[in-house]
Nanobody
Framework: QVQLVESGGGLVQPGGSLRLSCAHS????????MGWYRQAPGKQRELVAR???????YYADSVKGRFTISRDNAKRTVYLQMNSLKPEDTAVYYC?????????WGQGTQVTVSS
């Protein structure tokens, strides 16, 4: 069974950093565009960043210059380095292919930015 498992979330103060990891079990993900998404309480899930198999990246305006997406196909892992975190970054973060497929949503990892 193909799975995507997110980890690395936690509680951090404003201005702090976290690195999220998304481990995948299927080799198919090494050739797919992968994305990080987030869902804040009371809001719709949104795309935060995506990375193609050729390492081209896209970022939402709200995180541009602060977040960096990367991938290590040998480790079957996609990363999201988050710097200069703000309270409005508080959300559950998920990884999925882009565009997302319902079968691949995992449990996500909670990121809370608060003093």
């Amino acid at each position: 069974q193909v799975q995507l498992v997110e980890s690395g979330g936690g509680l951090v103060q404003p201005g702090g950093s976290l690195r999220l990891s998304c481990a995948h079990s299927g080799s198919i993900f090494t050739i797919r565009t992968m994305g990080w998404y987030r869902q804040a309480p009371g809001k719709q899930r949104e795309l935060v960043a995506r990375i193609t198999s050729g390492d081209s990246t896209y970022y939402a305006d709200s995180v541009k210059g602060r977040f960096t997406i990367s991938r290590d196909n040998a480790k079957r892992t996609v990363y999201l380095q988050m710097n200069s975190l703000k309270p409005e970054d508080t959300a559950v973060y998920y990884c999925n292919v882009f565009p997302p497929q319902s079968a691949y949503w995992g449990q996500g990892t909670q990121v809370t930015v608060s003093s």
